[in-house]
């Protein structure tokens, strides 16, 4: 089935894709059998943004806390220069805080394992049962000589627990691991901070809902090599905060014909 995938131009799967195509189908096809780009929100900044000024401040211990800020908030400027959204200011006032409660955290942890090839991410990639492309992804803080793997969230509203999609997520890099790591989600907001280890059930349950959605994709695209004819299986609800975007809208009812 490995050209299914390809004659689709999919050479493999990810987290995110995997939970788009379990929340909003229709949109999982408009960005990628349509190659639809959706324009970097200012929360998508904020998070990068902020995760850029916290590594800064691991991987250099001795580095002010102001110069992290400092760092993540002209990355965030930066990447938002062209972008008109009037949520730009209120995330960018988060990110001092978000990256000043991060670092107190997560410096506990000392300086993270990087990769060899001089990149910033360790880059991982799982095989999936019975699906013939494999997940990869990337680590945010690799603690190798803790065991330890942390996935930075950032949020506006502090998380009680990890969530059924960032679980499937941690599930993923876990096994990259042999399932012999502790997985844990940091979530950040400008004042608080909550981590939470993925327990071995929960790698278990997470893994098995992966493997069941990347199946159903497979499935799905072995319907037809007509993406056009695949679109017109699937149906955008609208409703969905994952049509937010007034551009991303445009775009589905270009594709959807409403």
């Known amino acids: 089935m490995a050209d299914i995938f390809e004659h689709h131009g999919l050479t493999h799967l990810s987290a995110s894709q ?65 972008i008109v959204d009037e ?15 991060g670092l107190e955290e997560l410096r506990k942890y000392g300086i993270p394992t990087l990769p060899e090839d001089d990149h910033r991410q360790h880059r991982i990639e799982v095989e999936i049962p019975g699906v013939s492309v494999p997940a990869i992804g990337y680590l945010d803080f690799d603690f190798q000589d803790h065991g330890i793997i942390v996935d930075l969230k ?17 599930a993923i890099y876990s096994q990259s691991r042999g399932n012999n790591v502790d997985m844990r989600f940091a979530y950040v907001t400008p004042k608080k901070q909550a981590v939470f280890s993925m327990e071995a059930d929960q790698v278990q349950q997470s893994w ?14 072995s319907l037809s090599k007509d993406r056009d004819e695949l679109a ?27």
């Open 208 to 221: 098995g809902e992966v493997v069941n959605i990347a199946g159903r994709i497979q499935s799905f695209l």
């Open 18 to 82: 995997i939970n788009l195509y379990a929340a909003e189908p229709a949109l999982w096809v408009l960005r990628y059998l349509f190659d639809h780009k959706d324009p970097l929100s200012p929360a998508a900044a904020r998070g990068i943004s902020t995760e850029k000024g916290i590594e800064h401040g691991l991987c250099n211990p001795d580095a002010p806390l102001q110069e992290c800020i400092d760092l993540a908030l002209q990355d965030y400027d930066r990447s938002l220069t062209l």
């Open 87 to 101: 949520k730009k200011e209120k995330e960018r006032t988060g990110i001092p805080g978000m990256v000043e409660v």
């Open 154 to 170: 950032t949020q506006l509203r502090l998380a009680s627990k990890i969530s059924p999609s960032h679980a499937r997520q941690g």
């Open 232 to 258: 017109s299986l699937v149906c955008p609800n609208y409703d969905s905060f994952y049509w937010s975007n007034h551009i991303t809208r445009g775009a589905g009812r270009d594709l959807f014909g409403f």
